[in-house]
Structure formats: C-alpha cells, structure tokens
C-alpha cells in the first residue's frame, strides 16, 4: 500500500508542475484532463497522508506501550493504539476503492433521454414521473437541469423528454439508470381496477465536449420551425425551434426550449454531439461487459433493469437483485440508496480484477 502510494505522489507532484505550464494552458483538451487527473489525485494523496500519520502513531503507541516506564504515556499510547487500530483498516478499504482506475467519463456532465414504451398513456405518465424523480434528485444534489425537448402525452406525461444535467460527476453518479425501468400499478385510465405493466426508456449520455467530437457541419441538415412546446404564446409564432439531421448516421437533434434561434441551434448542436459521441462510448462498454460478464455497466438500452411495483410499495433493481419497499421515497427523488448499491457493486468488481495492484 505504501509503495502504491508513494507512486501516486510521484505522479501528483508531476502533474501539479505540468498544470502550470504555459504550452499545457494553451492546449485546453489536455489542460481539461490535468486538471481532472489533478483533483482525482490530490484526495489519494490526502487520504494517504492520513494513513501515513495513523501508521506512525500506531508505531509511536507500541513503542511507548513497549517501554511501560511512564504510566501516563502508556494511558496515552492505548487510547492512540486503539485509535489507529479502527481507523486504519477503514481507511485501507476506502484508499482501495480511490486506487480503482477511474471510468474518464464519469466527471461529465449529462443529457438525460426519457421515452414512454410498451403501454400507451400510461407509459406517457410514468415517463413524467420519472422525470420529476431524477429533477427531484438532481435539484437535492445541488445540480442543475436544463430542459432541451419534450413531446407531450396525450393523458399527461412525456412521450419522450429531454433534458441536461451539470454538476459534479453527474455521469458518474447517473450512468446505471440507463436501460428500461418498468411500472406495475393500476392506471389512472382503468376502470376495473386491474394492475398493467408499462414501461419507459431512460439514457443518460456523457455530454460531450467540443474537442471529443468534431461535427462537420457540412454533413448536417438544419431545419428551423414553429416551437410548440413551454414558453407562452409566442413561441407558436417564430420560427425558433431547431432540428439538426447529420447525414451520415440518421442521428436527429432537436431543440425548442429557447426564443433564440441561435441558442437553441446550439443547444441541439451539444445533444447532436453528445448522441454521436455516446455511439463510440456504448460500443466500449458493451465490449467491456462482454469482457467482465457485467449487466450493471452494459450501456444495454434495452436490458429491464428495474421495477416499480404501486401495489408492494417496492422497487427492485435486476441487475444486483436488490429490492427496497420504499416506493414513495424512491419515486420522489430519493434514489441515493439505489445508487450507493450499483456503484459498490461495480467498484467490488473492479476490486476483483484490480487485486494486483495492491
């Protein structure tokens, strides 16, 4: 563990000199991930300090309980022997989970994709429920969201809704909600009172950054139309909305949430990327899934991977097998235990094939 750590203060020491060179501030693709590298680094190197302090008063404790002349010091060298003997082995699980090689995506921010499935406008209406839950869960973590696009349900909800995220590791903490979340309750459209199962499909996608993927704007087709969507009466009158189409893939973008045309050109532009992007990065994960035999980092859209249950009160992910019969809680924003328990399933996994490097 030591000898791990003293590599990653050899590294931490050449990446806080290279941060202030002027031909590394220029190059800002390379500044970026310094800077990242910095801030990962720099809470390794803090967190290592303090083992490094808790292993020397162990060692000062045993030494002084050794020698016994002094019965005060020996009083004082079991409270700080007991002390280092808590905290240390607490301390070497937590700096091993930090020495996991980081996923580079995890600091970005999002575009989070909403669609209503299999269900008609019950689907629509789980779709919306899930939008408040993850805006709900975003406004709690002190991140901030941005409304992009939206088709509305004819009975309430989204038949799909688009929106970005930006904080600190958003993708991060989000990226194992994508996949296919399923409800099972009794639809406000039912008369008999019967239990139907609908579904809705949620992404989360990295945004991407200029200098990930450079768009040929020759190979984009751009419309411009009326916007229907939030925004009072006047957006039904310019022609304001925007719809990117890049040629070569079919991907479509658009954006209506802006008066300016400029601005929501832009905002399409960013999910236009974002999308192709997220082409490359699913063709990772899929391989790297195959690779680890893992269902939690798939990036399979189309895996079920969980389920809320109205009648039980319960909800339960598939991928981990874990059910929690806090339904409400859960549906209004308060995911954080779902999370906690998908991201300590993939960190165990990566503890696993990365053994030897402790």
Known sequence: MLEKLQIIQ??????????????IIADQKRYVQLN????????LVERGETYKTLLANQQEAEEILKDGSDPEMVEMAKMQLDEAKTELPKLEEEIKYLLIPKDPEDGKNVVIEIRAGTGGDEASIFAGDLYRMYSKYCQDQGWNTHFVDANEGTSGGYKEIIFEVSGEEVYGTLKFESGVHRVQRVPQTETQGRVHTSAATVMVLP?????????????????YFCSSGPGGQSVNTTYSAVRLTHEPTGIVAQCQDQKSQHKNKEKALKVLRTRLYEMELSKKQQADAEKRNSLVSSGDRSAKIRTYNYPQGRVTDHRIGLTLYDLQNIINGDIQKLIDELQLYQNTEKLKE???LL
Do not use: H, T, W
């Open 10 to 23: 050899q590294r931490f020491d050449e990446v806080s000199d290279l941060i202030i060179q002027p031909d």
């Open 36 to 43: 990242k590298e910095y801030k990962d680094l720099n809470k």
């Open 207 to 223: 945004e991407a950054e200029e200098f990930d993927v450079e768009v040929d704007m020759n190979e984009v087709r751009i419309d």
């Open 354 to 356: 990365s053994g030897d």
